[in-house]
């Protein structure tokens, strides 16, 4: 079974940075690519970047390259996003999700397994 155990999160100030991190299996941290969604209020779900462990390969939606990074613990089985300079708009759930066939593609329908969850929210 494929489980995606996330933490992190909560309220920050605008200019703030904070991490979110997911935690899986070695199994699923090695051979699934982990991406990261947001979905704000009203909103559809928006795919922030993927990584693929196995060769490193990371991929940003455009929208967030600059203050967004996306790293992997290969000991921890942690993959982690990393949100600088936070602002208002940032406010949403952020979950992180697994595609077995690893496309590297931000398409939630893509994605088999998902995350729990964490709120992110955004002071101004």
């Known amino acids: 079974e494929v489980q995606l155990v996330q933490s992190g999160g909560g309220l920050v100030q605008a200019g703030g940075s904070l991490r979110l991190s997911c935690t899986t299996s070695e199994f699923t941290f090695r051979d699934y690519a982990i991406a990261w969604f947001r979905q704000a209020p009203g909103k559809e779900r928006e795919g922030l970047g993927v990584i693929r462990t196995f060769d490193s390969r990371i991929v940003y939606a455009d929208s967030v390259k600059g203050r967004f990074t996306i790293s992997a613990d290969n000991v921890e089985k942690t993959v982690y996003l990393r949100i600088n300079n936070l602002k208002p708009e940032d406010t949403a759930i952020y979950y992180c999700?697994?595609?077995?066939?690893?496309?590297?593609?931000?398409?939630?329908?893509?994605?088999?397994?998902w995350g729990q969850g964490t709120q992110v929210t955004v002071s101004s």
């Open positions: 999700a697994a595609d077995w066939s690893r496309r590297m593609d931000l398409s939630p329908r893509l994605y088999d397994y």
